[in-house]
């Protein structure tokens, strides 16, 4: 399988706790986002990388959320001290960049925050 | 800040019937990307346009960019109900990709 894939699929936590998802994106792609989509609304970005460094970093990437792509291949999102606010689905999406645009979505990491 | 203003937000309607949904911005986008996000899932890549004026179709799905590459439009003609979902609009500006807020259609049997 050479598509975007995320993991866990479903990820449910107690408020206070921290997780980390994972994302492996298709392996030449050089470009790797993540975005966060609450239920009924479009994605909202959160960061991207441009192989192992991280470019660009939205406002609703609070302190408590990390994200690292230490190789330039997988990368991984971690949010501290979750709470309820935090439940969303966090999309990853991986792209050639400079001419060929075309993003790949994994199928998503759903976090429930209870 | 790069906006994307996607139109309707809901659209509910028979099959059968035709329908378009709106992509606008105030930015120039180097490409723009549709998607088809069906609940529980990614978004699904649907067609990319490039070239300013550009019209694409896929079956029954007509995609146009405009000539300033500043807006869009999908046009589904005759929907069914296998159509229904969310779609998105992404603008590629050649940093980073912005999102529209996403039209959710429901096609009726």
């Known amino acids: 399988d050479t598509g975007v894939s995320q993991d866990p699929r479903h990820k449910i936590t107690k408020r206070g706790q921290n997780v980390t998802f994972r994302c492996d994106p298709i392996?030449?792609?050089?470009?790797l986002y993540w975005y966060r989509q609450t239920l009924g609304q479009g994605p909202e970005f959160l960061t991207y990388?441009?192989?192992?460094?991280?470019?660009?970093k939205s406002r609703l990437l609070s302190d408590r959320f990390s994200a690292e792509r230490p190789k330039g291949s997988f990368s991984t999102l971690e949010i501290q001290r979750t709470e309820q606010g935090d439940s969303a689905m966090y999309l990853c999406?991986?792209?050639?960049?400079?001419?060929?645009?075309?993003?790949?979505f994994g199928q998503g990491t759903r976090l429930t925050v209870v | 800040t790069q906006l994307l203003e996607q139109s309707p937000q809901f659209l509910s309607i028979q099959e059968g019937e035709n329908l378009t949904v709106y992509c606008n911005s105030s930015s120039v986008f180097s490409s723009l990307q549709w998607y088809r996000q069906e609940p529980g899932e990614g978004p699904v890549l649907l067609v990319t346009v490039v070239t300013g004026g550009e019209v694409k179709k896929l079956k029954r799905l007509t995609f146009q960019f405009g000539d300033a590459r500043k807006d869009s439009s999908l046009h589904i003609t005759a929907a069914q109900p296998g159509d229904t979902g969310l779609y998105l609009c992404?603008?590629?500006?050649?940093?980073?990709?912005?999102f529209g807020g996403g039209t959710r259609l429901m096609v009726k049997p």
């Open positions: 999406a991986s792209s050639f960049g400079g001419a060929r645009t075309e993003a790949f």
């Open positions: 392996s030449e792609h050089n470009r």
């Open positions: 990388f441009q192989n192992e460094a991280q470019l660009e």
């Open positions: 992404v603008g590629d500006a050649g940093n980073m990709l912005t």
